[in-house]
């Protein structure tokens, strides 16, 4: 048996900095032996290329470099089932403390729930920190400590409790990085040894500038403008930015509406916290009781960006090229599945989650059933997106078509797979059946 040590445990908090339960590992009596697991059970569902996987890798990589640099220290990277790594670490060192950050997703808690079990029965305590949002689970209720259920009063609550000062403290870890256990070979892996391969797709660098920020209300609803959007949303699904240090940054250059987008995020992220089920069953349950057609030749064809509809098929496209898609042609797309076709909004929801860099699952799922009508705070089902005017609003000058359709002139460029008066008016008779 070795010396005592305490372990920090990364999971969606990729960096080093501002990094609240890291922080606190920091500050126990003893070395601090960081730690990544690349679980086996999740590992095992992605395809070989996965993007997710590759930017995970390079980033443990370059603290791995940091650590190195610094305090001649490293991380320590594992491969297999999060209980039986952590068993083999209670029996290579004497462990006094597991540090790490909470992870909302139902997969995670229940993760998390089994280790603290084990580790208690081996005496070892578990500390973990909110880090990834501002405010979770229940922090922001109703007077009644119902949670909300609609966004714009949640949004009024989580402004009336915010404090900037306490809630958006940086938490400097630099400062005690000499705290890290001194590398003695710490495990190390390759992509390769985990039957993995670098992926062509790279996760882009976000662009949280001040002029992004400052003019995000003028471009964010024009999918050709390039950095119209910030590119934030694998960033902070994998921690690899503080979202203090974004919030701060959204008050510091003014921009309400920028802010705002984060606290959607928060807002979906308690909606799952309160409702798992919605992962599975509509938030209203009325509209689990839709007819969906379910058709598979027509659900391939939406995937391949070969509808006809110009704007829907150059946001597949893009979403299968680049693993992104703007959010006002997510939108689209997602209403063309769910409404046009009569898709059930799990399918597509199943798709983006294989696809999406920033694949997070209470935001893709509260996105879905919000375009499916059946989510919380969801529009009205009687408002269908028309793919064609949804063109002259967002991009009048096709260039972003243009971008991602390249055979739109072609002959070989597919025909509408569906009038879209027809399809409207088949929607609309089967979500009334269905909610009447
Ligand atoms: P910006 O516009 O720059 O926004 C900044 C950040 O705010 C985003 O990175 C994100 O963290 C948050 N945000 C913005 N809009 C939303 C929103 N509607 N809901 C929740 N958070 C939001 N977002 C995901 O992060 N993961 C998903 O799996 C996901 N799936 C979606 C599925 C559908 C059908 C739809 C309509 C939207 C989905 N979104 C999802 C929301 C949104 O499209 C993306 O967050 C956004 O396009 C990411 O680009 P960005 O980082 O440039 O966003």
């Known amino acids: 048996m070795s010396k005592k040590i305490s372990i920090f445990w990364f999971r969606r908090d990729l960096r080093l900095e501002d990094n609240i339960g890291l922080y606190h590992a920091l500050q126990s009596d003893y070395p601090v032996l960081p730690i990544f697991i690349f679980d086996k059970d999740i590992l095992e569902n992605l395809p070989k290329d996965d993007a997710r996987v590759s930017f995970i890798f390079n980033q443990l990589e370059s603290m791995r470099n940091t650590l190195q640099e610094a305090v001649e220290s490293s991380l320590a990277l594992y491969h297999g089932i999060p209980q039986e790594i952590f068993k083999s670490l209670l029996e290579d060192y004497e462990v006094q403390a597991v540090y790490t950050n909470h992870d909302y997703e139902p997969y995670a808690t229940e993760r998390d729930t089994k280790i603290q079990d084990y580790l208690k029965d081996n005496n070892v305590e578990f500390h973990s920190y909110k880090d990834q949002v501002i405010f ?17 009063p949640y949004k009024t609550k989580w402004k009336s409790i915010f404090d900037s000062k306490k809630d958006l403290k940086t938490y400097n870890t630099k400062k005690y990085f000499k705290n890290f256990i001194a590398h003695s070979r710490l495990p190390n892996l390759s992509l390769s040894d985990m039957g993995f391969e670098t992926s062509k797709i790279k996760v882009p660098n976000y662009t949280a500038s001040a002029k992004v920020i400052q003019n995000y209300e003028d471009t964010r609803n024009y999918p050709a403008i390039e950095n119209g959007t910030s590119h934030l949303g694998p960033h902070l699904r994998f921690g690899t930015v503080s979202i203090r240090e974004i919030t701060k940054r959204a008050i510091s250059e003014k921009n309400e509406v920028f802010w705002s987008e984060l606290i959607w995020r928060e807002f979906f992220m308690q909606i799952l916290w309160h409702f798992p089920n919605t992962t599975k069953n509509a938030f209203r349950a009325k509209y689990d009781r839709i007819e969906w057609r379910n058709n598979e030749a027509e659900f391939e064809k939406w995937k391949n960006g070969e509808t006809g509809y110009a704007l829907v098929d150059a946001g597949m496209r893009e979403l299968n ?14 209403s063309f599945l769910c409404k046009h076709l009569l898709i059930d ?39 269908i997106f028309n793919p064609m005017t949804q063109i002259d609003k967002f991009d ?10 390249t055979d739109l002139q072609e002959l070989t460029y597919p025909d509408k797979m569906v009038d879209h008066k027809m399809a409207r008016e088949r929607c609309l008779k089967t979500y009334k059946e269905a909610l009447s």
């Open 321 to 334: 090229t680049t693993g992104y898609m703007h959010n006002r042609v997510r939108m689209l797309v997602a």
């Open 136 to 152: 979770e689970k229940g922090d922001v209720l109703k007077d009644d400590g119902d949670p909300y259920v609609v966004y714009t």
């Open 345 to 383: 909004w799990r399918w597509g929801e199943a798709y983006f989650a294989e696809k999406l860099l920033d694949f997070d699952l209470s935001a893709n799922v509260g996105n879905w059933q919000w375009a499916a009508g059946s989510g919380v705070d969801a529009a009205p089902y009687f408002r």
């Open 396 to 405: 009048k000058q096709k260039e972003y078509i243009n971008k991602w359709v």
